[in-house]
T-cell receptor
Framework: EAEVAQSPRYKITEKSQAVAFWCDPI?????LYWYRQILGQGPELLVQ????????DSQLPKDRFSAERLKGVDSTLKIQPAELGDSAMYLC?????????????????FGEGSRLTVL | KNQVEQSPQSLIILEGKNCTLQ??????????LRWYKQDTGRGPVSLTI?????NTKSNGRYTATLDADTKQSSLHITASQLSDSASYIC???????????FGAGTRLAVHP
């Protein structure tokens, strides 16, 4: 069964260091999402891509976070410099349907996440 | 402000018992309502998706209901199993780009 792949699964870093997460969505999925989930809370959208274009990055802290999906397939989320408050699970999700088509109840598939701990 | 509130925050039940989790949403315009199961340290997995015209949907022992008039949803788990121990997240989608609004989840623990 096709899955959304994420790496690394776990990352421990010191504050002020740079960290990067990678996501490979299910083949053929046009829409890709990065979410941040703090322990005990629901996921919060950071950035949404439709193919290689950013659809929504309104909640992305652009002074330290960046995301790209250059060829419209896999994606990288970078944090530089990392801060203590960035400790969280970073989840990638993908959907076959275009972003606007999700109103037709298109399924959203999540990866296993990347757990970041900033010391 | 678009938001989703879930109750209770946490719940402990004995194996074999039933339980019901609640979700209230304030989302406009409303598109659909989703329930996800998230095991500790894992990504969420979809249980059900309902549009505003649907008022019930089942997935095995999980049954979700939706009342679009009162903006409430519930997830009923029948004959609970130890493997049902997880967080259950309610998600309401809104707008033309179907922005997903996540609740904080209900943490369910099923004890033998």
């Amino acid at each position: 069964e096709a899955e959304v792949a994420q790496s690394p699964r776990y990352k421990i870093t010191e504050k002020s260091q740079a960290v990067a997460f990678w996501c490979d969505p299910i083949s053929g999925h046009a829409t890709l999402y990065w979410y941040r989930q703090i322990l005990g809370q629901g996921p919060e959208l950071l950035v949404q891509f439709q193919d290689e274009s950013v659809v929504d990055d309104s909640q992305l802290p652009k002074d330290r976070f960046s995301a790209e999906r250059l060829k419209g397939v896999d994606s990288t989320l970078k944090i530089q410099p990392a801060e203590l408050g960035d400790s969280a699970m970073y989840l990638c999700a993908s959907s076959f349907y275009a972003a606007y088509a999700l109103q037709n109840t298109g399924e959203l598939f999540f990866g296993e996440g990347s757990r970041l701990t900033v010391l | 402000k678009n938001q989703v509130e879930q109750s209770p925050q946490s719940l402990i039940i004995l194996e074999g018992k039933n339980c019901t989790l609640q979700c209230n949403y304030t989302v406009s315009p409303f598109s659909n309502l989703r329930w996800y199961k998230q095991d500790t340290g894992r990504g969420p997995v979809s249980l059900t998706i309902m549009t505003f015209s649907e008022n019930t949907k089942s997935n095995g022992r999980y049954t979700a209901t939706l009342d679009a008039d009162t903006k409430q949803s519930s997830l009923h788990i029948t004959a609970s199993q130890l493997s049902d121990s997880a967080s259950y997240i309610c998600v309401a989608s809104s707008g033309g780009y179907n922005k997903l609004i996540f609740g904080a989840g209900t943490r369910l623990a099923v004890h033998p």
